[in-house]
């Protein structure tokens, strides 16, 4: 059963992101690196660790999706960023992982702040007892006052190999679904929905606001723009699916200025919003099982 809100008016709606309480965000290898070196942009990440920590300052819960794993693999190994063997890619994953969270625990230490690493993968999900205690344990580092950093665990599950649970964005959106977020904001390479790819098509229009996901659906081009890290157009809708029927507000927004998360939780226009509507009967597990 669908729990539908009285019609409200973008402008109303964008306010109410002001009050969310459990906030997701997730950032992907594009916006995470220098496009001309590889390199991490560790400027970015400050940013980007100083918006959450204001996030946590005010009072709400925080969850960070990140990439990057196999990208800052590659770099440290050096291995060409367009190495794709599948154990390369793993080995990649368990150095970059391990790299990129000693950063993140040092950024986030300087504002005081703890964080816990949590790696996933589909089984989390799809296996009840797996997917009771990853619920347990977001909910007491929550409690606890932790800012949780989520990847997929790429050293075990990898996207060419099946038992995947698929791009980050698909990701966080799970993960949004798994602890009950009320927010997830998806940093993008692009400034979110367009009614066509606006790289290719001058004529293609912004959309700020979605309140029904299916008018939307086909919007989606599979392109990022970007050749490192996964998820285009069709795979943040993809999320909004879930996001959506989770009861979580998803906007995709540019990550180029991560001043952008503190913009869209003050209830400003930036970014596309898709409005959630809550399934009562809709099922993660099941959802991810039959995908
Ligand atoms: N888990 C991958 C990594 O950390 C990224 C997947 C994605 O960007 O969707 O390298």
Redesign the pocket.
Same mark, same amino acid.
């Not at 970015?44 to 996030?55: A, D, F, H, I, T």
């Not at 927010?183 to 790819?197: F, N, P, V």
């Not at 927004?253 to 009967?281: M, P, Q, W």
């Given at each position: 059963m669908r729990n539908t809100e009285p019609e409200l008016t973008e402008k109303e709606y964008r306010g109410r992101l002001k009050d969310r309480k459990r906030i997701v965000v997730k950032i992907?290898?594009?916006s995470l690196h220098h496009m001309s070196t590889g390199e991490l942009n560790l400027t970015k990440m400050e940013r980007l660790v100083r918006e959450l920590c204001e996030l946590k300052n005010q009072g709400k819960d925080v969850i960070l999706v990140?990439?990057? %794993? $196999? %990208?800052?693999?590659k770099k440290v190994l050096n291995i060409a960023p367009t190495d794709k063997e599948v154990p390369v890619?793993q080995a990649? %994953?368990a150095v970059?992982?391990a790299r990129?969270m000693m950063i993140y625990q040092k950024l986030f230490a300087e504002y005081n702040h703890t964080t816990a690493q949590i790696l996933m993968t589909k089984h989390t999900i799809v296996d009840d007892i797996n997917r009771h205690n990853a619920h347990n344990t977001f909910t007491e580092l929550l409690k606890l006052g932790v800012i949780p950093v989520v990847?997929?665990n790429?050293t075990v599950a990898i996207?060419e190999v099946e038992d995947t649970i698929?791009?980050?964005?698909?990701?966080s959106a799970v993960v949004s679904n798994l602890v009950g977020a009320d927010l997830l904001i998806l940093l993008s390479d692009i400034d979110g929905l367009y009614t066509d790819d606006p790289r290719s098509n001058k004529n293609a229009s912004f959309i700020s606001f979605v309140d029904k996901l299916d008018d939307v659906m086909d919007m989606g081009k599979e392109s990022t723009g970007s050749n $490192?890290?996964?998820?285009g157009m069709s %795979?943040k809708l993809h999320a909004a699916t879930v996001a959506v029927n989770a009861g979580t507000d998803m906007v995709i927004a540019n990550g180029k200025d991560v001043s952008v998360i503190h913009k869209i939780t003050e209830g400003r226009y930036y970014g596309t919003l898709f409005k959630s509507c809550r399934d009562d009967g809709f099922d993660i597990a099941d959802y991810i099982e039959r995908m």
């Amino acid at each position: 059963m669908r729990n539908t809100e009285p019609e409200l008016t973008e402008k109303e709606y964008r306010g109410r992101l002001k009050d969310r309480k459990r906030i997701v965000v997730k950032i992907g290898s594009s916006s995470l690196h220098h496009m001309s070196t590889g390199e991490l942009n560790l400027t970015k990440m400050e940013r980007l660790v100083r918006e959450l920590c204001e996030l946590k300052n005010q009072g709400k819960d925080v969850i960070l999706v990140s990439s990057g %794993a $196999i %990208a800052v693999g590659k770099k440290v190994l050096n291995i060409a960023p367009t190495d794709k063997e599948v154990p390369v890619k793993q080995a990649c %994953a368990a150095v970059g992982q391990a790299r990129l969270m000693m950063i993140y625990q040092k950024l986030f230490a300087e504002y005081n702040h703890t964080t816990a690493q949590i790696l996933m993968t589909k089984h989390t999900i799809v296996d009840d007892i797996n997917r009771h205690n990853a619920h347990n344990t977001f909910t007491e580092l929550l409690k606890l006052g932790v800012i949780p950093v989520v990847n997929e665990n790429d050293t075990v599950a990898i996207h060419e190999v099946e038992d995947t649970i698929g791009d980050n964005d698909f990701l966080s959106a799970v993960v949004s679904n798994l602890v009950g977020a009320d927010l997830l904001i998806l940093l993008s390479d692009i400034d979110g929905l367009y009614t066509d790819d606006p790289r290719s098509n001058k004529n293609a229009s912004f959309i700020s606001f979605v309140d029904k996901l299916d008018d939307v659906m086909d919007m989606g081009k599979e392109s990022t723009g970007s050749n $490192i890290g996964t998820g285009g157009m069709s %795979a943040k809708l993809h999320a909004a699916t879930v996001a959506v029927n989770a009861g979580t507000d998803m906007v995709i927004a540019n990550g180029k200025d991560v001043s952008v998360i503190h913009k869209i939780t003050e209830g400003r226009y930036y970014g596309t919003l898709f409005k959630s509507c809550r399934d009562d009967g809709f099922d993660i597990a099941d959802y991810i099982e039959r995908m």
